[in-house]
């Protein structure tokens, strides 16, 4: 089956510096993948869409200066967290689309992003 | 605007136990999904159905277009299907559109 996967699974980082996350779909070619972040005991909320080529599309109240997305290739996108800050620690899942399977949406393991 | 809505949002059963989890949407749909979270961990997709019924393993799911409404079965259950279970769907129909998500149901199985 189609596999996504995350990296780093989890991170540290001091507040004030910048940390990026990528996500990779292993088998298959995604023309869409979605960021999400999730706190704890609450459900995932869709952060910005990236599209392979384009500039993402972020979810109102989303931040796109402090949460950069980069869709550089059919397999990989990247997000930066940017000048972090405790409040920023949450977890970051990205799924992604199967280009070949226009509904298929695959989910990577997820972040688990801590500012200190 | 499309919503999801699951039930129940707690669910404890005892090992063995037949479970059904529940999942009613507003609009039409091209396709919707069901997700497992285990505690801490990442999501699992484990169906993406557009009608009828499939099943995967001790998993069924099952969709009714016409009622909006989705099941998810698991047979002979077991502490390792503890997780917190999801339904999402496309609120337009369309492949690249953000899904919404239920609220989730959280399963406890009981040895």
């Known amino acids: 089956g189609a596999v996504v996967s995350q990296h780093p699974s989890w991170v540290i980082c001091k507040s004030g510096t910048s940390v990026k996350i990528e996500c990779r779909s292993l088998?298959?070619?995604?023309?869409?993948m979605f960021w999400y972040r999730q706190f704890p005991k609450q459900s995932l909320m869709l952060m910005a869409t990236?599209?392979?080529?384009?500039?993402?599309?972020?979810e109102q109240g989303v931040e796109k200066d402090k949460f950069l997305i980069n869709h550089a290739s059919l397999t990989l996108s990247t997000l930066t967290v940017t000048s972090a800050h405790p409040e920023d620690s949450s977890f970051y899942i990205c799924?992604?689309?199967?280009?070949?399977?226009?509904?298929?949406?695959?989910f990577g393991p997820g972040t688990r992003l801590t500012v200190t | 605007k499309n919503e999801v809505e699951q039930s129940p949002q707690n669910l404890t059963a005892q090992e063995g136990e037949f479970i059904t989890i529940n999942c009613s949407y507003s609009?039409?749909?091209?396709?919707l999904h069901w997700l497992q979270q285990h505690p801490g961990g990442g999501i699992v997709s484990l169906f993406m159905?557009?009608?009828g019924k499939k099943k995967h393993g001790r998993l069924i799911a099952t969709i009714n277009i016409q009622e909006k409404h989705s099941s998810l079965h698991i047979t002979a259950s077991h502490p390792r299907d503890s997780a917190v279970y999801i339904c999402?769907?496309?609120?337009?129909?369309?492949?690249?559109?953000?899904?919404?998500f239920g609220t989730g149901t959280l399963l406890a199985v009981q040895p």
């Open positions: 799924s992604a689309n199967d280009r070949a399977s226009s509904y298929e949406q695959y």
């Open positions: 088998d298959f070619q995604a023309t869409t």
């Open positions: 990236s599209n392979e080529g384009s500039k993402a599309t972020y």
């Open positions: 609009v039409g749909i091209s396709a």
């Open positions: 159905l557009s009608s």
């Open positions: 999402a769907d496309p609120p337009y129909g369309g492949a690249t559109n953000k899904l919404i």
